[in-house]
């Protein structure tokens, strides 16, 4: 990632005088930040920082950045819903949940995002998109995109380059986009399909789109050329220097408790706690010895937990008190495949030591893990 | 069309509340309801309905997604109440009156309208009523100091009063302490700082709205004291704590390790301990290391460990074995399935490796790897959890020297290994070396196995450890 030459000097005295509000910029206006960190959670961090402590009246921040593989969850989504969970764990992606609402996106380096802060009273997403727009074209005037009223820019009239999402608090506000220049369609395609059956939720849902990469229209693009000329248009539309400020996420004395707030997008709490309450309604149909069994399960997950149980096993193949041993474990237990599988072979140690009991309990429960 | 109805009914239903009285101070009237909504000596105050402000962009309606407060919670202003979202956009809708919330015009997944009534308030009758208008904002650089606030929900840390009079006297809210609920800054809190800083003794605000633990000084006339007022007399307050007890429910895989470790809790459990000196082990590990790490595995202490006790399960099958449940046979397995203790985030999990009887040292390393790398991304298998038949803790990487394992049921002997620590020993000669010593302690059921049993394995296991060149004879 090669940026701009920074004026080192100058921005670090700067911050060294005026250690808390005001500091970074000697330009006034506008300022352009750009993370060199690809990880999503610490990005998200500075998102939310900068949301929550600078003033923003004075000058108005644009905010670039990019990530190692991530799926990114709207903050009021489903993760089950949205993604192959199971997939993104096999391949080491990692989930994340924003804070901003809108729907699920995938990152990797060949996306970049821009999150434009101004104060809740300037917050303006046309004109944030219709700069992105005007930068594309400045850059490669053949390029046909355009800005949809659903806030989405189109290549072509019908592929979908930029997905736009926004967060709005007291004073501040902030709308952030990505823009798909060249990332793997194939990884993105297969880890946003989401294979779990039966959920019914009220969680927002994504509306699929076709997608497609700059690359693929002009190879000649590339994400550095494409982060500069937007950071170029906006330094124009600001009336401030095209210069772009590089921040570490990880540094704690320029933002003091980010560490904190990174952590926290994170904590399971987060990421999955904070679903809204649903329930998954579907048939296990499990190979035993010669026939096959249809079982019917029912749960309801409220914060990410099983609040409701219902397994239709047929009578007595289970012994009735490991049963509802089983539903009495689970219920309350976090809807989780790794907490159920320590918690069914757990709780096999107190089972009486029977082979064909034994295989039972596995095969029931290794479907039951399978619906997380 | 509904909505609308039941808005019209809530409208109506609050002009009829008890809660409203006359907005006055002199008379505490209350109505003739048994219940008092404070308990403060402020009289009851006003009900405000807060309405749903301007989101921007021409919305007129959004959708409440989660609420960050109940009826009965007490809020600042700048609280957040809740999160709203309209078309991709996430909002938090802040209070903007201190006082007491009484009722959520709204359930989750409601639709919300735009200018209509969200939540009622009720505020504090000393405070006023707050006017309609948009709220001034706070000068920018009292932002990060005064407005601790976190979009999750968490309270502010002083009133608006409060935070005002810090600003007056040049004071950080940082370095004062809170003593109110939740760490709050109340006035008086504010004033002993300042106490401490002018070294005076500041007399108590004379409308102090919330009674302080301890009162001192303002009525103290003897002589003596004159004397004392020239030095700086610290104000002395009891030290409030302000924490709170927290109580969860007992889930999941806890739960699931409370009725293992009751089960345990019925094996009669007899301890066995002993020292090991690994100082020809350690020299052999570190030749192996090298090699092991072309093969691309890291290879630790546990794989001979394992390996070694493996042997000498060979030649006391009854450690390997398993009591029924009305302790009428005892099954003697044939497959040696070692288990592991690991510590992970949930807590201790115990993979164990298959088959040690028919591995090689190299084969465990393997397997502990591919089992280590798959726990730490919480990733373990439910066969790699189950069909254990013996456990060893290794709780000396952690610390200690010796424990007292519980045994795993439906096992019948467990081990635990301390931390290897450099000891002075005396060899053959008589003379003093430095020597590795490790620590281990056995527990086994005393059902079925015996002292000497015990003690004759563990010699076993030991001498195996201390004369790594025995293993290869055995070595199947």
Not at chain 1, 153 to 178: N, P, W
Not at chain 2, 199 to 218: N, V, W
Not at chain 2, 271 to 286: A, K, S
Request: proline share 5%; aromatic share 6%.
């Amino acid at each position: 990632m090669v940026l701009p030459s920074l004026k080192n000097c100058l921005w670090l005295s700067c911050i060294l005088r005026t250690p808390k509000a005001c500091f970074w910029s000697t330009a006034s206006g506008g300022l352009i930040i750009q993370s060199v960190s690809n990880d999503v959670y610490q990005n998200l961090a500075v998102e939310d920082w900068i949301h929550d402590h600078m003033d923003l009246e004075k000058q108005q921040v644009l905010f670039l950045w990019r990530n190692s593989p991530a799926v990114v969850i709207g903050r009021h989504q489903n993760p089950w819903q949205e993604c192959n969970l199971r997939l993104l764990r096999q391949k080491n992606i990692k989930l994340a949940r924003r804070r901003s609402g809108g729907g699920t996106v995938y990152h990797d380096l060949g996306n970049i995002n821009l999150t434009f802060f101004t104060t809740r009273k300037k917050y303006e997403r046309m004109e944030n998109l219709k700069l992105i727009v005007k930068a594309l074209k400045a850059l490669r005037p053949q390029l046909d995109v355009h800005v949809t009223d659903r806030y989405d820019i189109l290549l072509d009239r019908q592929y979908k380059i930029s997905g736009t999402a926004a967060k709005l608090g007291r004073t501040s506000a902030y709308h952030h986009c990505t823009l798909l220049c060249n990332a793997d369609k194939v990884v993105l395609s297969s880890v946003l399909k989401s294979p779990y059956k039966g959920l019914k939720s009220n969680a927002t849902p994504s509306v699929p789109a076709s997608v497609k990469n700059l690359f693929e229209e002009d190879p000649s693009l590339t994400s550095e050329m494409l982060l500069d000329a937007i950071a170029k248009e906006y330094a124009t539309q600001h009336q401030i220097d095209h210069h772009i400020t590089v921040i570490n996420p990880a540094d704690e004395t320029l933002l003091p408790g980010i560490s904190n707030k990174t952590k926290e997008l994170q904590t399971w709490e987060w990421l999955y706690g904070k679903t809204p309450k649903f329930s998954i309604s579907t048939c296990l149909n499990m190979a035993y010895k010669d026939s096959v069994l249809d079982v019917r399960v029912n749960m309801d997950v409220k914060h990410g937990r099983i609040e409701v149980c219902n397994i239709d096993l047929p009578e007595q193949w289970l012994p009735p008190g490991l049963y509802s041993e089983l539903v009495k474990s689970l219920t309350g237990s976090k809807f989780c495949p790794n907490e159920t599988t320590t918690l069914v072979t757990t709780l096999l140690r107190v089972c009486p030591q029977d082979d064909e009991l034994h295989s039972k309990w596995s095969l029931l429960c290794e479907n039951m893990i399978m619906l997380m | 069309v509904c909505i609308h109805r039941v808005r019209s009914c809530s409208s109506i239903r609050f002009i009829k509340s008890k809660y409203v009285c006359v907005f006055d101070k002199s008379a505490l009237k209350f109505s003739h309801q048994q219940r008092l909504f404070r308990t403060s000596a402020v009289s009851c105050g006003q009900i405000v309905q807060f309405k749903l402000s301007d989101i921007g962009e021409g919305i007129t309606e959004v959708t409440v997604k989660e609420w960050y407060i109940k009826e009965g919670d007490s809020v600042s202003q700048f609280d957040s109440i809740c999160e709203v979202q309209s078309d991709k956009a996430s909002v938090t809708i802040t209070s903007r009156y201190d006082g007491v919330i009484r009722k959520l015009h709204y359930s989750i997944d409601d639709i919300a309208f735009v200018g209509k009534p969200l939540v009622d308030i009720e505020i504090d009758a000393s405070k006023g009523v707050a006017s309609e208008e948009d709220v001034v904002e706070t000068p920018p650089m009292s932002h990060e100091e005064h407005t601790h606030q976190e979009i999750k929900g968490h309270k502010t840390l002083a009133t608006p009063a409060v935070r005002r009079l810090a600003m007056e006297n040049n004071i950080k809210l940082s370095e004062v302490v809170g003593t109110g609920k939740d760490n709050r800054i109340l006035k008086e809190d504010i004033l002993n700082y300042l106490a401490k800083q002018t070294g005076a003794i500041l007399p108590p605000s004379p409308k102090a709205e919330i009674i302080p633990p301890l009162r001192k000084t303002e009525t103290v006339p003897a002589a003596p004291r004159d004397k004392a007022q020239k030095i700086p007399v610290p104000v002395s307050r009891p030290i409030v704590f302000s924490g709170k007890d927290k109580t969860e429910p007992v889930t999941g895989f806890q739960k699931a390790m409370v009725k293992t470790m009751s089960a345990a809790l019925k094996i009669p459990h007899f301890g066995y301990c002993d020292e090991i000196d690994l100082t020809q082990l350690v020299q052999l590990r570190e030749e192996l290391k090298p090699v092991a790490e072309l093969r691309g595995v890291k290879l630790s202490f546990m794989p001979f460990f394992i390996k070694a006790a493996s042997l000498g399960l060979l030649q006391y099958p009854v450690l390997n074995a398993s009591l029924d449940e009305n302790c009428q046979n005892v099954t003697y397995k044939a497959s040696h399935n070692i288990g592991v203790a690991m510590d992970t985030e949930q807590g201790l999990i115990v993979p164990n490796v298959k088959n040690v009887q028919v591995c090689s040292v190299f084969d465990i390393a393997v397997e502990l790897n591919r089992l280590q790398s798959l726990g730490s991304a919480g990733q373990l298998g439910t066969s790699d959890l189950t069909g254990g038949t013996f456990t060893l803790s290794n709780i000396g990487t952690i610390g200690g020297t010796y424990a007292k394992p519980v045994i795993l049921p439906p096992e019948v002997a467990i081990g635990a290994l301390g931390k290897i620590q450099v000891l002075p020993r005396f060899n053959g000669k008589g003379e003093v070396f430095k020597a590795q010593i490790m620590n281990v302690s056995w527990s086994a059921d005393h059902r079925v196995i015996d002292g000497a049993t015990m003690a004759r394995f563990s010699n076993l296991w030991k001498s195996y450890l201390e004369n790594p060149a025995s293993m290869l004879l055995d070595l199947k």
